[in-house]
């Protein structure tokens, strides 16, 4: 469990990760405690399904939430992907996800604000626990509200309008993994049956 490349630290507002992976692996149920990273390390193939579950920092107010992956470990996809996954040595079988709280407190405004939150967006509130980023480190001037406008405007880019707009494209981009991870599970499972057919008539 990562932030996407430039973005900021999920460990403010993420406190511990539960990872429940496959049954025949030694401690299947591991708990990782932050800060970040939030993550584990074993050997395997083949692919299966992990269960995650999401520990909040008291500011968020909020119960734990749960998150399911499926963990692809052998190559998978178009020929073209397969390529680049053997020039690079990986199989990458990530997603992207969003939390969303419905009705965020004060409490976790501080923390998604706080200068040391943004490293990657210039920390234009400076450094330290007392300072904060305007318009959330983005350029934005003017106090931070957890309330959206409706529409977007030169002033406020950030509004209701946009985060449907946001929540769109990763919903799509959702969709269009599972599509292909779908795709490729049958692809396997016909691969499969034709080698138990090979077997089978010699």
Do not use: C
């Amino acid at each position: 469990m990562r932030a996407p490349p430039g973005q900021p630290s999920i460990s403010s507002w993420l406190k511990k990760v539960q990872f429940k992976i496959y049954h025949t692996y030694s401690n299947p149920s591991r708990l990782v405690d932050g800060p970040g990273p939030f993550e584990i390390e074993e050997t395997g193939w083949g692919g299966f399904n992990i269960e995650i579950r999401l520990f909040f920092a008291p500011e968020v107010g909020s119960k734990p939430e749960y998150r399911s992956h499926f963990l692809q470990l052998e190559p998978y996809g178009s020929e073209e992907l397969q390529k680049r996954q053997a020039e690079e040595g990986m199989v990458r079988s990530e997603f992207l996800e969003y939390v969303e709280f419905n009705e965020p407190t004060e409490g976790l405004w501080e923390v998604l604000t706080d200068g040391e939150q943004w490293p990657k967006a210039g920390a234009r509130g400076g450094k330290g626990k007392n300072k904060r980023v305007s318009g959330a480190g983005l350029g934005v001037e003017g106090e931070g509200s957890v309330e959206l406008v409706e529409k977007t405007t030169k002033e406020n880019p950030f509004s209701k309008q946009l985060e449907q707009q946001i929540l769109a494209v990763l919903r799509k981009a959702e969709k269009d993994i599972d599509d292909e991870l779908v795709a490729t599970t049958k692809e396997r499972e016909g691969i499969q049956n034709q080698m138990k057919a090979l077997h089978s008539s010699g």
